[in-house]
């Protein structure tokens, strides 16, 4: 609040998320200068609790910034054996040939790893050389300098009430300011939107595309398990209805993630990208996997999809963008985290150098054209045209057309330039009368859970007592227009259950439940009248991922 008065503590560096990006870039600043100040905050209760990644770790981030990571203990222990790719019918497979795949999707030299757990050790590293880490401290607004540049962030906010006020516990929070303010905040993050928006940043790129992805932990049969087999499925439960895939991944100790990712610029509101996953479980490759086995965790995180040309500018008055926050995943890959790292290194070396001129709170290009230029932009660009492809002509064009692109861009050129997106994911949703209502199966308790039995696996919690953090910019739209014409997806595009609709008719009401949010973003992205806005909840709450 604008009156609020809090006390303020200087710092060289402020960086927003404990994720890779942040920490590769806390780590750099130290390794660049020992003496300089860096304060790391972190919105989960712990380093890693909001960590969600497949993942098959490309190690050229991690090589770059601890080149010695091997014999200073990362969790870093299951290099990939074999990599398969199918084509799902609804009860049969095609397995696709690695030698048809361009080489960018070999999977040969990476690892299948735990991003929560590498976070967790990475903060290990970053508290070795001095850096300040503070979890459980969600940022809730920027702070802004005279000249309109960002200098630092509020964050420890708590004990405000449901109605707004301040509670009988009530914490101001601090104001952390920074010479540079770095937001490593993932997917959507809340104030790297804002910057976005204040500063036009997205003028010269395309529109943001996403995913959303859900994943799962399995411990299966011994028998059935191949540490280091990994494998990439398209095709069935999805078929037109929207474009997106699997992951299962066979990591240590009889452990599988089990994941799936549905593209959100599907068009009919009634797809219900959850049942949509837990369908795709009863198919009989993945139910003969996981037969006999357990689920042992759950969770959801969109994903930017929109890749090279959506990328806004990463450089702001006083700040930059890092990894998520500016979209650097390789779609077709799947793979962003080494991006990530790699975009904290070259924030870190961009700050050094101006803190050392003796600069603060300017914009320093230079680390956006290296974004660009250098290996991040290189990675991006050979894949640019694989999403607005597969988007526009379907999953078979995507495959042809777009895996040859890739093809010719291993070369260093593309005969079809760079295409465009169109549409955001939530313009892209069409009306309900225009599509036929989708009959899921019942959740079977085995292999498919309903959404309220798996989110207790993601350990979510928060204080009940504060304001909800999804706002509605007008409370009612949700009945008057989004149920009304698109037949309420959020009820349905939600991993968590959070939207619902309860009554009839004219009594038909909107219910936030928002104690069940894992933080996924879907809801700021895919509401189809963008009337919902994600904003933190008071710090340390949210899910609580194990080894995710």
Not at 155 to 178: Q, R, T
Not at 486 to 504: D, I, L, N, Q
Request: hydrophobic share 35%; net charge negative.
């Amino acid at each position: 609040m604008a009156d609020t008065e809090r006390e303020a503590m200087e710092y060289d560096v402020v960086i927003v998320g404990a994720g890779p990006a942040g920490l590769s870039a806390a780590i750099r600043l130290k390794q660049l200068d020992a003496d300089i100040n860096v304060v790391v905050l972190e919105k989960g209760s712990e380093v890693g609790a909001h960590i969600l990644s497949g993942a098959v770790l490309d190690t050229s981030g991690i090589d770059k910034l601890i080149p010695d990571w091997k014999a200073k203990g990362a969790p870093i222990n299951v290099p990939v054996k074999e990599d398969n790719f199918y084509m799902l019918g609804e009860a049969g497979k095609i397995r696709v040939p690695n030698m048809a795949m361009p080489p960018l999707m070999n999977n040969h030299g990476n690892y299948i790893v735990s991003m929560g757990n590498v976070c967790r050790w990475m903060a290990e590293q970053a508290e070795e050389l001095g850096v300040e880490i503070f979890p459980g401290m969600a940022c809730s607004e920027l702070v802004f300098g005279e000249n309109g540049e960002v200098k630092g962030v509020v964050a420890g906010e708590f004990g405000i009430e449901a109605d707004g006020s301040h509670g009988p516990n009530y914490e101001p929070g601090m104001e952390l300011h920074g010479k540079y303010v770095f937001l490593s905040e993932g997917v959507r993050g809340s104030l790297s939107k804002q910057v976005i928006a204040k500063y036009n940043l997205a003028a010269e790129s395309d529109v943001q595309k996403y995913g959303l992805g859900m994943k799962e932990i399995w411990e299966i049969d011994p028998a059935k398990h191949k540490e280091g087999t990994v494998t990439h499925t398209m095709g069935w439960p999805l078929g037109s209805e929207a474009g997106g895939g699997s992951f299962i991944y066979h990591l240590e100790n009889n452990q599988v993630y089990v994941g799936f990712v549905v593209h959100l610029n599907y068009k009919n509101p009634h797809l219900f990208p959850y049942m949509e996953f837990q369908r795709f479980k009863h198919h009989p490759m993945i139910a003969d996997l996981l037969e006999g086995g357990k689920r042992v965790a759950y969770g959801a995180r969109a994903i930017t999809e929109g890749g090279y040309q959506s990328m806004p500018k990463t450089a702001f008055p006083g700040g930059m963008l890092l990894g998520c926050s500016a979209g650097m995943v390789n779609v077709p890959r799947i793979k962003g985290n080494h991006n990530a790292m790699l975009s904290g290194i070259h924030a870190a070396e961009a700050a050094f150098a101006a803190i050392g001129a003796g600069q603060s709170g300017d914009t320093l290009d230079s680390y956006d054209t290296e974004v660009r230029e250098g290996p991040i932009g290189q990675d991006l660009k050979k894949v640019r045209n694989v999403k607005p492809m597969w988007s526009k002509h379907g999953l078979l064009a995507s495959l042809a057309v777009g895996g040859f692109d890739m093809w010719t861009n291993t070369f260093g050129f593309s005969l079809l330039g760079t295409l465009k997106h169109g549409k955001s994911d939530a313009e892209a949703t069409e009306k309900a009368l225009r599509h036929k209502p989708i009959d899921y199966p019942k959740p079977d308790g085995k292999l498919s859970f309903d959404r309220l039995t798996n989110v207790a696996f993601s350990f979510t919690n928060h204080e009940e007592s504060q304001p909800a953090h999804l706002k509605l910019e007008d409370a009612s739209i949700p009945v008057d227009t989004n149920l009304r014409d698109f037949a309420g997806p959020s009820a349905r595009y939600c991993p968590a259950g959070v939207y619902e609709f309860v009554g009839e008719g004219a009594e038909t009401k909107f219910q936030i439940n928002f104690q069940n949010c894992v933080h996924c973003k879907t809801c700021d992205i895919k509401d189809p009248s963008q009337n919902i806005t994600w904003t933190t909840p008071q710090g340390g709450d949210g899910p609580n991922y194990p080894n995710m």
